[in-house]
C-alpha cells in the first residue's frame, strides 16, 4: 500500500467527520459522547494502567543502561540550548488549554471537591487534581512518543512515521506493514481531530475576550466565525510561505506572554499568599501524584464516577491524540540528545511549570472569590471566558486581556501550521519537505474540521469528538513501547 | 445483561493485546537465532 494510498484513506476518514459534523454537528457529537462513555466505563481502568506503565517506563530508561545511549549517531550534539529547546516543547505541548483551563478547572474541581469536603481541603485537592492533569502522567505520554520516534527516525534512521517502529522491530512482513499502515491513518485522523478540538477552544476563549472587552453579552456564533475567519487568514500565510524559523519565535512569544501574564498576576496579587499557594501544592503534588496514577474511583459511583471519566479519563486520552504531533515535534528538536537527558527534560520542565502556573491561577481565584470580586460558578459554567474574569479583579485588566487574546491566537496559529506540517510529512510517508499542495489540503482540512467543533458550540462536544478519535492509541502506544525496548535490547545485545 | 455481555468483550479483548504484548516483546527475532 502506497503513501498515496495513506493520504487519500486519511483524508477520506478525517473528511468523513467533517461532513457529518457540517451536516449534522448534535448526531456527530452525540455518537461520540455515547462512544466515549462506553470507552471509559469498561476500559478506564486499562487507561489508567497505560499511563502508569508509560510513566514508569520512561523513568526506567533515563536510569538504566539505555540512558546513555543518543538520540542520533554517537557523535550528534543537540541542535537546540536547553533553554530553547524546554520552551519550545513546552509550547508545542500544552499551547492554549494553559490559558483556557488556568483558572476554569481548579476552580470547576473546587465546586466539585467542596460537596464532600470543608472549603480549606477542597482548594488544595482541585489544584493537586488539575496539576495532576497536566503533569508527569501527561508528559509521560509525550516523551514515550517522541522517544520512540526520535529513536528510530534518528538513531536507526528509518522514516518519520509511526509505522516505522513496527517494520524495524517485527520485520517486511504484510503483517507488520499492514499494522503500520493502519497506525499511519489512525495517527493523521487523531493528530487532525485533536488539533481542530483545540483549534476550536482557542476560537471560543478568543471570542469570548473579545466580547468582553468590546462589552458584548457572549457574541455567539457570529464573532466565533469572526475570529475563525482571521485566524484562517493568519495560518495559510505561513502554510504558503516557508517562513524559516519564524513559527518558532511566534511560539517563544505566545509563551514569553503566558510567563509574563503569570508574574503580572504574582506582583499585582496577593503575593505571599500565591508564592505560599505554590509552594504548598507542590508539596501535595510529589508526594501523592504517583499514587494519584491508580486511582479509578471503583468504589464510587454516579457523580463521581462520571467526573472521573469526563476529566481524569478525558485528559489522558487527549493527550494520546496529541501525542502523535507533539512526539514528532519533540523528537525533531531532541535530537543529539541523550535518552536520559530527553525524559529528564520532558518530564521534569513542563511538569515544573505547570505546577506554577495552575498553583497561581486557581489560588488567585480563590482569593479573589473569597473577597467577592469573581465567581468560581461562573468560571466552572462559562470555562472560555474564566480567565478575563479573574483579570477583571487586578489592576490594568484590559491589558492583561489584550494580552491573552494574543497569546491564545498566536498558539493557535503555531499549532496549527505545525500540525499541517506534520500532517502532509505523515501522509508523503515521512517526507521532511512535504509539498506545499499537501500542507495546503490539511491546513484547509484542519479549518473545517475545527468549523464543525465550533458550530456544536460546546467545548463537552469537542472533548468526546477527541476523546473517540484518539480511543486506539491507548493500544498503539503500547505497541510502540515494545518496539523500543525490543530494539534497545537487540542494539545492547549487539555491542 | 447486555451492558454486562460488552464490558466482558470489550475487557476480553484488552487482556488478548496485553497477551499480544508479552508474546511480540519475548518472541525471539529468526535474525537473532542465526
Known sequence: MNDRALMFTAIALTGTIVGWGAYDSIGLAGFADSVVQLMFQSRGWFIMLTTNILLISCAWLAFSRYGKIRLGQDEERPEFSTGSWLTMMFAAGMGVGLLFYGVAEPATHFLFAEQELPPRLAASASIFVTIFHWGFHAWAIYGLTGLVIAYFSYRIGAPTMLSSPIVVAFGTGWLPKTVGWGINVLAIYAIAIGLAGSVAMGVFQVQSGIADLVGIQGGGLGLSFGVFGVLCVAYFIPLLKDLGDGMAKLSNTAIAITIALLCYIVL???????????????????????????????????????????????????????????????????????????????????????????????????????????????????????????????????????????????????????????????????????????????????????????????????????????????????????????????????? | MTGHILDTVLNIWVFVFIGILFFLYFKEDPADKK
Open chain 1, 268 to 495: 499585582t496579587g496577593p503575593t505571599s499568599f500565591l508564592m505560599s499557594s505554590t509552594l504548598d501544592a507542590t508539596g501535595n503534588y510529589l508526594s501523592q501524584a504517583f499514587w494519584q496514577g491508580f486511582h479509578t474511583y471503583a468504589f464510587f459511583g454516579g457523580e463521581v464516577a462520571d467526573w472521573f471519566s469526563s476529566w481524569t479519563l478525558n485528559y489522558m486520552v487527549w493527550w494520546l491524540a496529541w501525542a502523535p504531533f507533539v512526539g514528532v515535534f519533540i523528537a525533531r528538536i531532541s535530537k543529539g540528545r541523550t535518552i536520559r537527558e530527553f525524559v529528564l527534560g520532558v518530564l521534569l520542565a513542563p511538569t515544573g511549570f505547570s505546577i506554577v502556573w495552575f498553583s497561581i491561577l486557581g489560588s488567585m481565584g480563590f482569593y479573589s472569590a473569597k473577597n467577592g470580586a469573581f465567581s468560581l460558578e461562573q468560571a466552572r459554567d462559562s470555562a472560555d471566558s474564566a480567565t478575563f474574569a479573574l483579570l477583571e479583579s487586578l489592576p490594568l485588566s484590559d491589558v492583561a486581556s489584550v494580552a491573552v487574546i494574543i497569546a491564545a491566537s498566536l498558539f493557535i496559529v503555531t499549532s496549527v501550521v505545525s500540525a499541517a506540517y506534520v500532517l502532509a510529512m505523515f501522509s508523503s510517508g515521512g517526507d521532511e519537505n512535504p509539498s506545499t499542495r499537501v500542507k495546503l489540503v490539511w491546513g484547509a482540512l484542519l479549518g473545517a474540521l475545527g468549523l464543525v467543533m465550533i458550530i456544536t458550540e460546546s467545548v463537552d462536544a469537542v472533548r468526546s469528538i477527541i476523546a473517540m478519535s484518539a480511543n486506539p492509541f491507548v493500544f498503539i502506544i503500547l505497541l510502540l513501547l515494545v518496539c523500543l525496548l525490543k530494539a534497545l535490547k537487540k542494539e545492547k545485545g549487539a555491542r
